[in-house]
Nanobody, 127 residues
Framework: QVQLVESGGGLVQAGGSLRLSCAAS????????MGWFRRAPGKEQKFVAA????????YYVDSVKGRFTISRDNAENTVYLQMNSLKPEDTAVYYC????????????????????WGQGTQVTVSS
């Protein structure tokens, strides 16, 4: 059974940094792409960043490019989201997810491509 557990959320002032972690278990981690999504209060869940199974390819939504970095440690079965220069509009519950199909050299941006989700971790950025 695939399980994803996020951690690292919290309260931070604008301009600060946080690093989210997502620990995965239940299958061969490096064979699958990973993604981060977020849901702001009163809004729908949206894509933030994705990384291929090998870690060699990454993709970001425009609003976080240059501020967020997605990475993975396949030996530790963990994916990270380093968030710098945080803004109040980054406030949301952040979810990690992994794909249904193997994808060592590709990434995915649609919610429908992801079959397994973590429980989410709250990130609050104060102004």
């Amino acid at each position: 059974q695939v399980q994803l557990v996020e951690s690292g959320g919290g309260l931070v002032q604008a301009g600060g940094s946080l690093r989210l972690s997502c620990a995965a278990s239940g299958r061969t981690f490096s064979s699958y792409a990973m993604g981060w999504f977020r849901r702001a209060p009163g809004k729908e869940q949206k894509f933030v960043a994705a990384i291929s199974g090998s870690g060699g390819i990454t993709y970001y939504v425009d609003s976080v490019k240059g501020r967020f970095t997605i990475s993975r440690d396949n030996a530790e079965n963990t994916v990270y989201l380093q968030m710098n220069s945080l803004k109040p509009e980054d406030t949301a519950v952040y979810y990690c997810a992994t794909t249904y199909v193997t994808s060592s050299t590709y990434y995915y941006t649609k919610r429908s491509d992801y079959g397994y989700w973590g429980q989410g971790t709250q990130v609050t950025v104060s102004s």
